[in-house]
């Protein structure tokens, strides 16, 4: 019957022949024809699980912070629906068509979200003390940001899908692993903050109460404590946010506050943070630099900047390294012991940079949660 | 799901192919098996996808110590972080030397290192 074929008929005669024939051509129309398609299904997998882990994740937070809202608050009443409000909020940022005194308006909004949020808390946990009702507000945060990173995560998933872009999935399959470790670091501050632990942000706020101990110490600005000490025969004004409740504070309001009060007197502002290293690096490895160390969206910085240049002060920082996830999660020991080393690189600072009997501001910054004073 | 199920078929298939002609055409037998062998992994690498994005690893609470320390003595302790410790937190009496100064100076993570 293959002689039909002519000289052809010999290849199909080898059926091992056909079957590769069969298959090479199989390979060439599902690799060239749909390889892109084969890929994106790929990645849209990838998504798909981050996207389970998240919820999950997201879940898990939600679940604690009701939970430590239950324990410590005692409601009356069930705060669950009150904490899905909260978990829906947003802020709505100024225009910023018109930059001039943008910084003044999200300093405001700021504000006043950060009072409503607290409001809402102390609400939902009626029993518990201000300390405890900044943890909690830190815990009902952390569960607000993984939230949202399902939200806008499911969002982009389900516009790659749905309008088939690869390049939609490709940025969002790039960004995953990211993703993920912020959100499980996010989880894990969760836990920090429902037990009141410090975490590795607290550094600078650590620094700043090992100076100002047992001194006598005042209330400056928005939940900032500011004491006055002796470093090196300088006068040192140290300041951190109030403790030991999940707190930063508005560094920036109060450096603005004593620059003012005390007029020309200053003769330099060394701010101590946590920053974010590089990967590689060390943790709890010490930097110098110039410049207001302070994070945020800016508007504490802006402040800071603003009066040290009016004043012609130099700005010095001592920052210490850490990821993201050491950052929110609870201070590691290689952390903690980096704060007696950063109290020595800053008395060299002073002594390089000031006059006996100068005034210096030491700004400890971060979120003192877990630190008293 | 549904490509899944094809597979399974193609890979129940091939597989009783790859036994009927075991005897007869040895070469075409291990054709038929390499596609039973490749579709059934298929498959249970997808199933192995999907209940990996399900799990999620509740690790253990972390080791957190507090370091409680009298300055006015060699008094040092470190214990395991209860509820309520904070650092510079006032502790009362100490059991060493009887001045009422010992506190928490340190609170940290004690565990393996993290990413």
Known sequence: ?373 | MLISIVLIIIAFYTLNLALSTFSTDFTLATLYFTVAVLSFGFVVLSVFRVRKGYALANPAPLKVMSIVKCPQCSFKQIKNFSVGDFVFKKLGMCTQCGVASLSITGIYYDGPTRR
């Open chain 1, 1 to 373: 019957m293959l002689d039909i074929f002519g000289p052809l008929g010999g290849i199909f005669n080898n059926l091992g022949t056909v079957t590769q024939l069969i298959f090479t051509l199989l390979f060439v129309l599902l690799f060239f024809g749909f390889g892109q398609k084969l890929q994106m299904r790929q990645y849209m997998w990838d998504i798909d699980r981050g996207l389970r882990r998240l919820d999950v994740i997201r879940t898990q937070a939600k679940d604690l912070a009701l939970k430590t809202i239950k324990e410590i608050g005692k409601p009356t009443v069930d705060p669950l629906p009150q904490l899905n409000v909260l978990m829906e909020s947003f802020l709505i940022t100024p225009v910023d068509m018109d930059p001039s005194g943008i910084v003044s308006k999200f300093d405001h909004l700021l504000d006043v979200r950060d009072v409503k949020f607290k409001e809402d808390v102390q609400k939902m946990a009626p029993s518990a003390d201000s300390a405890q009702v900044n943890n909690l507000e830190n815990l009902v945060e952390a569960s607000w940001a993984l939230n949202t990173i399902f939200r806008i995560i499911r969002h982009f998933y389900l516009l790659g899908k749905k309008t088939n872009s690869i390049f939609i999935i490709i940025q969002l399959q790039a960004l995953l692993p990211m993703i993920m470790q912020e959100a499980e670091a996010y989880l894990g501050a969760g836990r920090a903050f429902a037990e009141g632990q410090p975490i590795g942000d607290g550094l600078g706020a650590l620094v700043a109460s090992k100076l100002m101990k047992d001194k006598a110490q005042r209330k400056v600005e928005k939940d900032v404590i500011v004491a006055e000490t002796t470093l090196e025969d300088r006068r040192i004004i140290a300041l951190k946010a109030e403790g030991p409740g999940g707190n930063v504070g508005k560094p920036g309001d109060a450096i603005q506050s004593l620059l003012q009060e005390n007029n020309g007197k200053v003769s330099m502002i060394v701010m101590v943070d946590a920053a974010l290293k590089f990967e590689g690096e060390t943790t709890g490895e010490i930097s110098e630099g110039i410049g207001a160390a302070i994070g945020g969206i800016g508007t504490e910085r802006f402040k800071i900047e603003q009066e040290a240049t009016k004043q012609h002060i130099p700005v010095y920082a001592v920052i210490v390294k850490e990821s993201i996830l050491e950052a929110i999660t609870p201070m590691k020991k290689e952390i903690l012991e980096a704060g007696d080393k950063v109290i020595e690189r800053i008395k060299n600072l002073i002594v390089e940079r000031s006059k006996p009997g100068d005034t210096v501001i030491i700004a400890g910054i971060g979120n003192t949660i877990g630190i008293g004073q």
